[in-house]
């Protein structure tokens, strides 16, 4: 082997050494770009994992104080501080209806609208009290 | 080929170099990797690694319409690192102060206070060894403070005030994950039968207890690696196994009727002083119960308020203490003697006799609270509540039927609650433990003891048709989507009575209310039939029955001829204001009276007869 055959083999050794080197060096690099995506990646989905949790949190809260304030103690409070005066009703002011309120309905609505009666020339409601009937 | 850019010595010494460092570098890698590897994995692992445990939410118990009894939040415990707490933040101490309701002198000693004296060593008391419970060695240099990096602030601070705090951005304040704990938005509202979690997280009684199982659902837990800063590196993350919720728990407890069983009961412990009261509501056909309270009672939010000696207000009497039911106790006389055809609802009785033969044997009849002038039927022996006269259809039973109907309608077993509360069996010894008296005693509910809950489900067996039904609260386990996992449904017992024996103790039963005939007119409502039954039982003090001490009661159920919902009113040694004696028909009645009205609209349960005054007036929905 003579001497430039020598240096062209060292020559080469030295190419692909550097090559090699910038190889590894670009694949090192883009792996650590790669892990550097996948931790910030990560990190952001734990930030919308937390930030999902803080809202059910919140949400919780908001359930919690809604279902306070529609406590009826809460309610029945309420009632007397701001003075609305709401009380349970009784049997006696309670007019039950005998048959099904939906028929009873759809009846007064068919009678309503096969008449020819408009509505200014339709009577007062009828109030009944004990056997006398006023007008 | 060209001559390369330097000597052959250059290079060569160039690449030798390069070989040398990579070869160094494999070498350390080899090292590292493979021969110091346990070591430094072992390490890496103790460092980095953590295991995160997710806590998972509670389910929430719900009551009969879907309102929250017990639900779960995450409640914040605030503290602060003084070593890092910048001086530009001090303006903002007050108002952090504020947002937490601390007294900011209280604040400023916290956040000032940077150090604490290490605790005192240990020593043995034979060789003078010194023991650091801090596993550091003990030595001349140990300090002898401490810094401090985490001092509390606050306990329990809510979301929207800890977002607040964030806001203020003041380095060093910071709170450690969050746990969640329970709250009950209706603070006493059935406390008894919702029972509560305590701060360790464990579940001490009621439903909360029962249902813990279904309630607590699995925690979670991910795997994962920290850094120096102990912040974890979510890229890191190896397994997750995400926290299951609980289920929710749906009860039987309406909230409305629940509200106004507890407003009654409170009316009445204003009223009449007692030292209990218990009032049960349940459905008659299915045995669902409605409302369930006694009094006194307990905030559920601060069960740990409730000192030692006043544990009481925390046993739910309903289930756990016994009482002798009193005159109530005589419908099991009645239906007995009913349906074993030994008599007839008309069928007259001499009730003022002071002596009766018995087997053989004279035996003494028990006292009157009223003097009766002619025999009564069987009807008035039940609406007059006339203590002769049930003994008298004890006596027709005997001995061995009696016990038996007894133990049909309920006494002396469980009612099969205790799932729920431990619950007493109460007292009901086998006949061939009773004394010559007895079979004169125990039909008017004397030497008996039962619990208020046994004796609504005595009541509920007239109710039910004659059948004895089982207590039931749990009516639905739900996932988080609000789908029924489990129904509960009715579940009978046994059958008691025929239904035709049932609807005519239940007639029986509707005369009580009727003004002259019963003892309790007091509770009649117009347009309804009101089958109940009054009782006042004297209390034993001192082994002896108290003319003093009464435990009324006033059980029930309406409309008689249908019925709806059972109503048990018991009232332990309440004081009628006016100064006479506790009776049933005066301390409990009015409250069924009024809790019933409100049944009435609330239910929507119809009327059997006419309303009096009624239309006030009314909408005809024609126009003429």
């Known amino acids: 082997m003579n001497k430039s055959d020598n240096h062209a083999f060292v020559n080469q050794l030295l190419v692909y050494t550097l090559v090699m080197i910038c190889l590894s060096g670009s694949i090192g690099l883009g792996t650590v770009w790669m892990r550097h995506q996948i931790s910030v990646t990560a990190n952001s989905t734990r930030q919308m994992e937390s930030r999902i949790a803080q809202a059910e949190r919140s949400l919780a809260e908001t359930t919690i104080q809604v279902a306070a304030e529609e406590s009826l103690e809460v309610l029945t409070r309420r009632n007397s501080e ?46 009944a009290s004990g056997s006398r009937v006023r007008r | ?89 001090e303006p903002k101490w007050p108002e952090l102060a504020r947002l937490i309701g601390l007294p900011l002198r209280e604040l400023e000693t916290i956040f000032r206070t940077k150090t604490r004296p290490v605790a005192p060593v240990a020593t043995s008391t034979t060789g003078g060894l010194v023991i650091d419970l801090d596993g550091d060695e003990p030595s001349e240099n140990t300090p002898t403070e401490r810094k401090i990096q985490w001092a509390k602030l606050a306990d329990s601070v809510e979301e929207s005030v800890y977002e607040q705090i964030v806001r203020l951005d003041i380095k060093g304040v910071y709170a450690p994950p969050r746990v969640y704990t329970r709250a009950y938005p209706n603070n006493e509202l059935a406390a008894h039968v919702v029972g509560y979690v305590n701060k360790e997280g464990v579940a001490v009684q009621g439903v909360e207890r029962w249902a813990d199982f279904y309630l607590r659902g699995q925690d979670g837990w991910r795997e994962s690696e920290k850094d120096g800063k102990r912040q974890e590196l979510a890229q890191f993350r190896a397994r997750e196994v995400a926290p299951s ?48 309270a006694n009094a006194p009672t307990f905030n559920l939010n601060a ?60 035996r003494d009849l028990p006292r009157e609270d009223h003097h009766f002038h002619h025999p009564l039927t069987v009807t008035e022996i039940i609406s007059r509540s006339s203590n002769k006269g049930a003994a008298q259809l004890g006596m027709l039973l005997q001995e061995k039927r009696l016990y038996e109907y007894a133990k049909a309608f309920g006494f002396g077993e469980y009612t099969g609650f205790s799932s729920i509360y431990p619950e007493s069996p109460g007292i009901f010894a086998h006949y061939s433990k009773w004394s010559g008296s007895d079979i004169t005693r125990i039909p008017m509910g004397h030497t008996v003891a039962a619990t208020p809950l046994q004796i609504h489900f005595a009541m509920g067996v007239i109710a039910s048709g004659g059948e004895l039904l089982r207590p039931q609260i749990v009516k639905e386990i739900r996932n988080e989507q609000g789908e029924a996992l489990y ?100 301390v409990a009645a009015p409250g069924f009276k009024r809790i019933a009205e409100h049944l009435i609209q609330y239910l929507d349960i119809k009327p059997t007869g006419p309303v009096p005054g009624r239309p006030l007036f009314a909408l005809e929905g024609v126009r003429p």
């Open chain 2, 1 to 89: 080929m060209a001559r390369g850019f330097g000597s052959n010595y250059r290079i060569v010494l160039l690449v030798a170099t390069v070989l040398a460092a990579f070869g160094g570098i494999g070498a350390r890698l080899v090292h590292l990797h493979v021969i110091d590897r346990e070591r430094l994995v072992t390490f890496v692992d103790k460092v980095r690694r953590q295991i995160v445990v997710e806590p998972a939410r509670r389910g929430d118990i719900l009551d009969g319409r879907g309102k929250f009894l017990a639900t779960s939040r995450s409640l914040i415990s605030l503290g602060v690192d003084p070593q890092v707490l910048r001086p530009e933040d």
């Open chain 2, 487 to 586: 129904r509960f449904g009715k579940v009978v017992r046994r059958r008691v009575i025929s239904q035709a024996t049932a609807k005519t103790v239940a007639g029986m039963l509707s005369r009580v209310t009727v003004a002259g005939e019963g003892t309790a007119a007091e509770a009649a409502i117009p347009g309804y039939e009101i089958a109940a039954k009054t009782g006042t039982s004297q209390k034993i003090v001192d082994g002896k029955y108290s003319s003093q001490h009464h435990i009324a009661s006033f059980v029930g159920f309406f409309p008689a001829s249908r019925p709806e919902v059972v109503i048990s009113v018991i009232v332990d040694d309440g004081r009628s204001p006016a100064g006479g004696t506790g009776y049933g028909g005066v």
């Open chain 1, 82 to 127: 701001w003075k609305l005066g709401l009380l349970p009703p009784v049997e006696s002011q309670v007019g039950r209806l005998a048959g099904s309120p939906e028929r009873r309905l759809a009846a007064l609505r068919n009678r309503e609208a096969f008449t020819d009666r408009t509505g200014a020339e339709t009577a007062p409601v009828v109030f």
């Open chain 2, 245 to 292: 919720r609980g289920y929710d728990v749906m009860l039987s407890i309406d909230s409305v009727i629940q509200h106004r069983v507890e407003a009654e009961l409170s009316r009445i412990m204003t009223t009449f002083s007692p030292t209990k009261a218990t009032i049960i509501v349940s459905d008659a056909r299915t045995g669902f119960i409605l409302g369930l």
């Open chain 2, 303 to 362: 069960y740990g308020t409730v000192s030692g000696d006043d544990m009481n207000r925390m046993r739910n009497v309903a289930v756990a203490d016994v009482l002798e039911p009193g005159s109530t106790f005589k419908i099991v006389a009645a239906s007995g003697a009913l349906q074993e055809g030994l008599v007839q609802p008309s069928d007259t009785f001499d009730c003022t006799l002071e002596r009766i033969e018995y087997k053989g044997r004279s």
